[in-house]
């Protein structure tokens, strides 16, 4: 799935902006709301009957064709409707997709003209089941309202969150490029085309000067430029089709490679720094905003991070592309989150029902876990600061037919991508002991809440349990582990002289306790906090207007545990 972007053969138009808005059934043409584009619509309004609504809402305006667009092929690309879209044009239904991170395309050639206006409505619906991904529940209250039940601890953002884009292609076009480097400069690429024609590629510096010419789908480029962990070297695969098409896939030449106990990326042995983070923030919910991208990646960069997990779902493509520029390491997580019922909102239980069975997580669920993961690859094979594919969340892998179900999805990330590793975050109950998967992937990524969910305000019980813990991942496995998420939640302005839970002070106590175990074991890759900034989840006694374990408050204020890191991260660098 090729981004739109502007070359000589093609053009594009950014709809975002206000759009007329109503929720229900169907568009409500009296409709006096506006709701932002991109943006989550749930906080736009103070209606809490659109808030909490579940269901359909709509989007509408109108747009007009370039006059110069005649004969090109016309496109709707939705970067995402979270989680289910339609788009029409007129009162034509031309492309539905589900899922609620990955893009898609709305073919409109045949129902527009050049030079005229449309109307274009974007249905959006906001509905979890037990086949989607990620999966939730909904039930009927007694007054007749859908209530949206689900495990995962975020709330329940719906809308356009990303750019909508009026673009054109040209009729025979290059429809994928997909870019293989070695450190010798060596780039393995194919494309595919519209219909059968020849493809000359040719590759440029960053200077758009030209480095290497391909053929048979090889080109060398002498002495590249590496794409390092900060310092994000990209060089430009230029694919076209004589007379017809040009379109230009940035790359970087870089290779990951698991060996033994060590992460390698270019052969070195990195360390992770950094975070599982959100997309998140006040008002806009989990709509991509550009200021707040610059910022966020400042703060990583103040804060000495190298890398950061796309918890959990694929973050916006801007996101990776400024990651790519900016040499930061991204770990990229699909939606699937809360395939696990003993999990409720972040809470725990005995599980009610098995997770993985026909009546609960079954084919239907695993065959929609399977889309997002070819969407996933689809979509962010090219970018250089992807190292590591995460599958999936917490899941339920210390439970019955864990095993049956992840197989064959792990199979289908390799196929689909033999080049990167793969993990999953695994969940508190799925220990050492009794975890079914983890052998099918290549990096253990263990998420732990010793000294908060457990052992709480008491970290020397809670060091002596991570350290165990870890250890025993790592005597029975024998494959590099990190910590994927600790954390402890914090009210900023909180404080204490002792270990007092919620305060600043107990979470940089928390973080330098489990810092002091990671220094004791070899064969530790890297370590991401929980979470880089607070964020909304859906209500419930153990969240306070959210999830806060963030670093940095939901406006991006440093708590002290900042400075901890700050002290830490900065000497490490990128190795430890
Ligand atoms: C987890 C989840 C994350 C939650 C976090 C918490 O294990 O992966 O989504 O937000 O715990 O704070 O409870």
Redesign the pocket.
């Known amino acids: 799935m090729l981004k739109p972007r502007p070359t000589a053969t093609r053009e594009q138009i950014r709809l975002d902006g206000l759009w007329r808005f109503s929720v229900g059934d169907a568009f409500d043409t009296g409709t006096v709301l506006e709701a932002a584009v991109p943006a989550s619509y749930n906080d736009l309004f103070t209606d809490p009957a659109i808030r909490d609504h579940v269901g359909w809402a709509w989007y509408r305006r109108t747009v007009r064709v370039p006059r110069g667009w005649a004969g090109e092929r016309i496109l709707v690309r939705v970067e995402a409707a979270t989680h289910h879209g339609r788009v029409y044009a007129g009162d034509t239904l031309v492309a539905e997709h589900v899922g609620g991170y990955t893009p898609f395309d709305a073919d409109i050639t045949d129902l527009v003209t050049a030079g005229e206006s449309f109307v274009l409505t974007i249905g959006v619906n906001n509905e979890l089941t037990e086949t989607t991904i990620p999966p939730g529940t909904i039930t009927v209250d007694q007054a007749g309202r859908k209530r949206q039940q689900y495990q995962?601890?975020?709330y329940n953002y719906a809308g356009l969150h990303r750019s909508v884009w009026l673009h054109s292609v040209p009729q025979l076009h290059i429809t994928d490029v997909d870019v293989l480097t070695a450190l010798d400069g060596t780039i393995n690429y194919s494309t595919l085309t519209s219909a059968p024609v020849n493809v000359d590629v040719r590759i440029l510096d960053q200077d758009g000067a030209v480095v290497a010419t391909g053929a048979d789908g090889i080109a060398k480029i002498d002495d590249p430029i590496l794409w390092q962990p900060g310092a994000g070297y990209l060089y430009t695969l230029e694919a076209s089709i004589d007379g017809h098409d040009v379109y230009g896939q940035p790359f970087g030449v870089r290779t990951v490679e698991v060996r033994g106990t060590d992460f390698l990326i270019n052969g070195e042995p990195f360390y992770f720094t950094g975070f599982?983070k959100h997309e998140d923030t006040p008002v806009r919910g989990k709509g991509h905003d550009d200021a707040y991208l610059v910022h966020d990646f400042q703060l990583l960069d103040w804060v000495g991070a190298n890398s950061f997990r796309t918890?959990?779902y694929p973050y916006a493509e801007e996101v990776l592309d400024f990651a790519d520029r900016h040499g930061i390491v991204v770990i990229d997580e699909t939606a699937a989150?809360g395939l696990n019922l003993a999990?409720v909102s972040?809470l725990t239980g005995a599980p009610p029902r098995p997770t993985f069975s026909p009546e609960t997580f079954g084919d239907d669920t695993r065959a929609a876990h399977a889309q997002a993961i070819t969407e996933l690859i689809a979509r962010d094979k090219n970018h250089p600061s992807v190292v590591m594919w995460s599958l999936t969340?917490?899941p339920a892998s210390n439970e019955d037919g864990a095993r049956e179900y992840f197989e064959p999805l792990v199979k289908l990330a390799r196929t689909l991508d033999p080049t990167r590793p793969l993990t999953y975050?695994a969940?508190?109950f799925a220990t050492a002991a009794n975890d079914r998967i983890a052998d099918l992937f290549d990096v253990l990524s263990i998420?732990r809440?010793y000294g908060w969910?457990v052992a709480t305000g008491d970290l020397a019980t809670a060091e002596q349990y991570l350290e165990g813990d870890l250890r025993g991942w790592l005597q029975r496995f024998g494959k590099p582990i990190m910590m994927s998420?600790y954390?402890a939640?914090t009210q900023a302005g909180l404080h204490s002289v002792w270990d007092t839970p919620w305060t600043e002070e107990y979470q940089a106590a928390f973080l330098a306790m489990h810092h002091r175990v990671f220094d004791r074991i070899d064969g530790f890759v890297g370590e991401h906090v929980?979470?880089f900034a607070d964020f909304q989840?859906s209500h419930g006694i153990h969240r306070v207007d959210g999830?806060k374990?963030g670093v940095f408050t939901r406006d991006r204020r440093p708590k002290a545990a900042a400075q901890e890191l700050r002290r830490r991260w900065r000497s490490l660098g990128n190795r430890k």
Request: charged share 20%; hydrophobic share 25%; proline share 0%.
């Open positions: 995962h601890d975020f599982g918890s959990h989150v999990i972040g969340n917490e975050s969940v508190m998420n809440y969910y998420e954390g939640d929980w979470n989840t999830n374990k």
